[in-house]
């Protein structure tokens, strides 16, 4: 996987901050936009929006997803995620950010101080569940 570039990442980082403005929650206040840097460098973004029924919320880092896969693409660089405190993704974000590709730069950003993060899908989400764990039927 290429290293992001600084611009890259700023450019990520101010998607993900933008795209926070547009979260819908009403109900925890906790607002959360997520950006995903495709390999032509095409940026997607998402943000969360709530339910009152919360089960039936959707997280900011699975709407860029599902944004990008309604847009045909399959893999992706990067998603920079920005939020009070900078948090990473939750466990369901980061089970459907495995299905494609461990390899993803995962960048979180505090909107309050500016600061951020880098890691790995891997790093947040070790032996993730997939497809080789699933049985396979001749």
Known sequence: M?????????RLIVSATTARDQAYAPHSHFYVGAALLMHDDEIIIGCNVENASYSMCLCAERVAAASAIAAGYRSWRAIAIASVGGVPPCGACRQFLSEFGMDLHVI????LDGSFKKRKLTQLFPDAFDGSNLPHHA
């Open 2 to 10: 290429v290293e992001l570039k600084p611009k890259e990442i700023e």
């Open 108 to 111: 979180t950003t505090d909107v």
